[in-house]
Each structure stands twice: as C-alpha cells, then as structure tokens.
C-alpha cells in the first residue's frame, strides 16, 4: 500500500542481515512452503517493504513472516497494525476512495485469497483474470497454476493511470516469473499475451498522473514483454520470443531504461544462441555489456559475460570463449548486490555452472561438459523446479555424449519425472536429442527404459 509518507521499515532490514533482497526473498518462499503457503516473493518485494511502501503484508505474508521469525508480532517487524491500513475504518480515516475494483496485488483481497484456500489457484485465476469457469480436468492437471496472472485495468476517465495500474503491470510480470519458474512456459505462453496487450494498451492510450509512474510502466510493460517471450523461446516459439524481444528493446530505448537494455539483449542473445545464430548472439550480449556498464551490478555483467562465451563456443573460438569465461568467473565472484535487478533471482552458482557446460558442450569437450552440469544439477534452489529439469537434461545429454549411456538414461529419467510439474518444449527437445545420442546403445537395459518412457504415448481412437 503506497504512500507519499512512506517511513522507512528499518526493522525488517536488520533482519535482512548481511542477505541481498533476492537471497532474503528465496528464503522467504522457502518458509512459505515449510507451512504450505505460496507467495509471489521476489527482491522488489522484499524493496517494497523495506522503503515503508508495503505498511502491513497481505495475510500469507504475515503468517509466513510470523513463521519465519517466532515470538515477534507484525509491529516487532516493524508493519503497521492491520486495523491502520486495512478496511473501511481506514480509509474513511485517510480520506480516500476506496480502490476501483479489487486487484490481487502484494496486498491481496480476501474474497481470492478465500477463493484460493477453497478451490485453488485455478479458481483464483477465473477470478482474476474474469474468464469464468476452468474446466474441471484441467483445474486439476498440472498446468493449473498457470492461468493466476492478475488483472491489469484499463485506464481511467480521461485516459490516465497511476499506481494502481502500475502496480498490476508489475505484479503480472511476478507472477508469470513465479509459475514458470514452477510449471515451465508452455501453459503459460497463450495466457500471458493478455496481460501484455493490456500494459501497452496502458501505456499508448494512457497519461501518467506523475513521471514516476510513466517511468515505472515503461519499465514494467518492457519487463512483461521479456518474460511473455521468454515463455515463447521456452516452449519453442522461436520467431515469437524474437518479436516480443524487440518490442522490450524498443521500449527501453524509448524509455530511456539501460537496465531494461541489458535486460532485452541478454535475452535475445540467450535466443540466438539456442537458434545457432552465434554471430548474433556474441553481439547482442556485448551490447548488453555496454548498456549495463553504468548499473553497479557484477552479477548483471557475469551473466552477459557467459551470454558472450555461448556465442563464442559456437563459432569454435574456444580463446574467446575462455576470456569470456574467465571475465564471468571474476565478475560472478565479486557477489551480489543491492543494484542486481530482481529479475536475476534465477542466477545464481547453478546457472553459472550450466552456462559453462553449455560452452564447453558446444567446443565438443563433453567430459567438462559433464563436470559442470553436474555441479549445476546438485546445486539448483528447489524454487526453480523448471531449472532443474533443464540442468539435469543438460547432464543427460552431456553424459551420453561423453559415452556414459546408462548414467545418460537414468539421468533422463528423473527429468521425465519432473516433467509431470513442469512444460518446457526445450527440455522435452533436449531429452529427443539425448535420445537419439542414445538409440544405439538401445540393447541396454537402462537405455531401453528411458527410451520407451520417452516415446510419446499414441492417442487411442475414439468411440
């Protein structure tokens, strides 16, 4: 709940300690799940209460901050008494409307946090999205969780916007980082282009009540962008993650936003690389190295340091490749930051080993391949469910290039169990290569396993 008197919430930064907002935020979700909640926690959340924005947390939050820190009450936390920032009471006390219509931001209304306690998060999606119904084979698949996206209003009489609207921009692009970070992109990818069209509706019709607002859409609508085509390079819609790519380019220049920049090029380089357009993706990430030189972030750079060393593995310039290596290792090492953008909670030493087998896969050394993969694989967060999928089908295919064909199978296999949460075209298309490395040893036990699991089921004719 903002406030233009927002009070710093210094009490909860000491319990912060010596963590970045994105390390808090990870153990935050952790505490969550120990008590079965779900929270979209990130480090601009973890921002958000520390500068005073967020008074009092919504009801998960609370149960989930209590949990966390035993014996302490909200106030001990340094939040103000629900009964101040919450109800009718309330407002009527500040003076102010209350809001248009009710929105699922951090501070989450009732009504859908009961809709999620009793029908779950494919209720709470018909809820918030206004799209009625979910069928009730698909409310209970895997892909359920994927349609609770949030709602971004239009604007208001006169065509402006403020914090409301802004904050469901922003909201939206949580949302979608948290579930595919939890399900994978491909039950994503169709519901996400309607949040989308919605904030760039905002922002070509709208005005802005303040600049700061303008601001914060331009950089919300581009963030949106990148994560709506980071589900389509995900689930293999490879010409659709290039243009919502350059729409989020487009919006950053236009904006004038270099973290959105680098942002923009780290992921168009991530696609050329998947694409075999090397040549590019070498460009793109040194682009993106020249837009976030100014940003205060070494994490930032070490990762468009290894987008660089990926291009250059697939060009075969192994010497450019292990400079490029060797700057992300240095950068990498310098830690975290406060300037890290949230976006980045997913980098951390598992993807910087991944990134590296990468490289190494590519300049045809499988047996380092191997080494690092595996490194990624045993170290992953288990908040990233999708990422560990992709680390273990990258030691899978390492390990069969590496002619380990039963480590590769059993390997395969624990990524087709987790292939019941979690869609992900790329990591299905990593496993079909693995498969096809595989096929000759296919009078192996282990290897004749994962390849009848693998094989797609044939649909059965109808009555």
């Given at each position: 709940?903002?406030?233009?008197?927002?009070?710093?919430?210094?009490?909860?930064?000491?319990l912060?300690?010596?963590?970045?907002?994105?390390?808090?935020?990870?153990?935050?979700?952790?505490?969550?799940?120990?008590?079965?909640?779900?929270?979209?926690?990130?480090?601009?959340?973890i921002g958000?209460?520390?500068?005073?924005?967020?008074?009092?947390?919504?009801?998960?939050?609370?149960?989930?901050?209590?949990?966390?820190?035993?014996?302490?009450?909200?106030?001990?936390?340094?939040?103000?008494?629900?009964?101040?920032?919450?109800?009718?009471?309330?407002?009527a006390?500040?003076?102010?409307?209350?809001?248009?219509?009710?929105?699922?931001?951090?501070?989450?209304?009732?009504?859908?946090r009961?809709?999620?306690?009793?029908?779950?998060?494919?209720?709470?999606?018909?809820?918030?999205?206004?799209?009625?119904?979910?069928?009730?084979?698909?409310?209970?698949?895997?892909?359920?969780?994927?349609d609770?996206?949030?709602?971004?209003?239009?604007?208001?009489?006169?065509?402006?916007?403020?914090?409301?609207?802004?904050?469901?921009?922003?909201?939206?692009?949580?949302?979608?980082?948290?579930?595919?970070?939890?399900?994978?992109?491909?039950?994503?990818?169709?519901?996400?282009?309607?949040?989308?069209?919605?904030?760039?509706?905002?922002?070509?019709?709208?005005?802005?009540?303040?600049?700061?607002?303008?601001?914060?859409?331009?950089?919300?609508?581009?963030?949106?962008?990148?994560?709506?085509?980071?589900?389509?390079?995900?689930?293999?819609?490879?010409?659709?993650?290039?243009?919502?790519?350059?729409?989020?380019?487009?919006?950053?220049?236009?904006?004038?936003?270099?973290?959105?920049?680098?942002?923009?090029?780290?992921?168009?380089?991530?696609?050329?690389?998947?694409?075999?357009?090397?040549?590019?993706?070498?460009?793109?990430?040194?682009?993106?190295?020249?837009?976030?030189?100014?940003?205060?972030?070494?994490?930032?750079?070490s990762?468009?340091?290894?987008?660089?060393?990926?291009?250059?593995?697939?060009l075969?310039?192994?010497?450019?490749?292990?400079?490029?290596?060797?700057?992300?290792?240095?950068?990498?090492?310098?830690?975290?930051?406060?300037?890290?953008?949230?976006?980045?909670?997913f980098?951390?030493?598992?993807?910087?080993?991944?990134?590296?087998?990468?490289?190494?896969?590519?300049?045809?050394?499988?047996?380092?391949?191997?080494?690092?993969?595996?490194?990624?694989?045993?170290?992953?967060d288990?908040?990233?469910?999708?990422?560990?999928?992709?680390?273990?089908?990258?030691?899978?295919?390492?390990l069969a290039?590496?002619?380990?064909?039963?480590?590769?199978?059993?390997?395969?296999?624990?990524?087709?169990?987790?292939?019941?949460?979690?869609?992900?075209?790329?990591?299905?298309?990593?496993?079909?290569?693995?498969?096809?490395?595989?096929?000759?040893?296919?009078a192996?036990?282990?290897?004749?396993?994962?390849l009848?699991?693998?094989?797609?089921?044939?649909?059965?004719?109808?009555?």
């Amino acid at each position: 709940m903002a406030s233009s008197r927002a009070v710093p919430n210094l009490a909860f930064r000491r319990l912060r300690g010596q963590r970045s907002p994105g390390e808090f935020a990870a153990a935050v979700r952790r505490a969550a799940r120990e008590i079965g909640e779900q929270v979209a926690c990130d480090a601009r959340y973890i921002g958000r209460v520390e500068s005073g924005e967020i008074r009092c947390p919504n009801y998960a939050y609370e149960r989930v901050f209590l949990h966390m820190f035993p014996g302490r009450s909200l106030t001990d936390l340094g939040f103000v008494a629900r009964e101040r920032v919450r109800g009718r009471g309330a407002r009527a006390a500040a003076g102010a409307p209350a809001p248009p219509t009710p929105f699922r931001n951090d501070e989450e209304s009732d009504v859908l946090r009961r809709a999620f306690m009793t029908g779950g998060t494919a209720t709470v999606a018909a809820a918030s999205l206004g799209l009625g119904p979910v069928p009730a084979a698909r409310a209970a698949g895997r892909g359920a969780g994927a349609d609770t996206l949030g709602t971004i209003p239009a604007p208001r009489a006169g065509g402006r916007f403020g914090e409301f609207e802004v904050a469901a921009v922003e909201e939206a692009v949580r949302r979608i980082r948290l579930l595919d970070d939890r399900h994978g992109a491909d039950g994503l990818y169709a519901r996400a282009a309607v949040p989308l069209r919605s904030a760039y509706a905002l922002l070509d019709s709208g005005t802005a009540a303040r600049q700061s607002a303008a601001d914060r859409l331009h950089t919300g609508a581009g963030e949106l962008a990148l994560s709506v085509g980071w589900l389509a390079h995900d689930s293999g819609r490879v010409e659709d993650a290039r243009s919502h790519y350059a729409e989020a380019l487009a919006t950053a220049r236009v904006g004038g936003d270099p973290g959105l920049e680098a942002h923009a090029f780290s992921n168009t380089s991530f696609l050329a690389r998947d694409a075999g357009r090397f040549r590019e993706a070498v460009r793109a990430a040194q682009a993106g190295q020249h837009a976030a030189k100014h940003l205060s972030s070494a994490r930032l750079l070490s990762l468009l340091a290894l987008r660089e060393a990926g291009g250059w593995a697939g060009l075969a310039d192994r010497a450019a490749c292990e400079e490029a290596l060797g700057r992300a290792h240095t950068l990498f090492g310098r830690g975290a930051s406060d300037a890290d953008p949230e976006w980045m909670s997913f980098f951390g030493e598992p993807e910087l080993e991944f990134l590296e087998a990468q490289c190494w896969s590519l300049l045809g050394e499988p047996d380092r391949a191997v080494r690092h993969a595996r490194r990624a694989a045993a170290l992953n967060d288990p908040d990233f469910a999708r990422n560990l999928a992709l680390y273990r089908a990258q030691l899978a295919a390492d390990l069969a290039r590496d002619g380990a064909p039963d480590e590769a199978a059993a390997v395969g296999e624990q990524v087709l169990d987790l292939l019941g949460d979690v869609r992900s075209t790329r990591v299905e298309s990593m496993l079909a290569e693995t498969a096809r490395v595989l096929h000759p040893h296919r009078a192996r036990p282990e290897v004749a396993a994962f390849l009848t699991r693998r094989r797609p089921v044939p649909l059965q004719g109808g009555a």
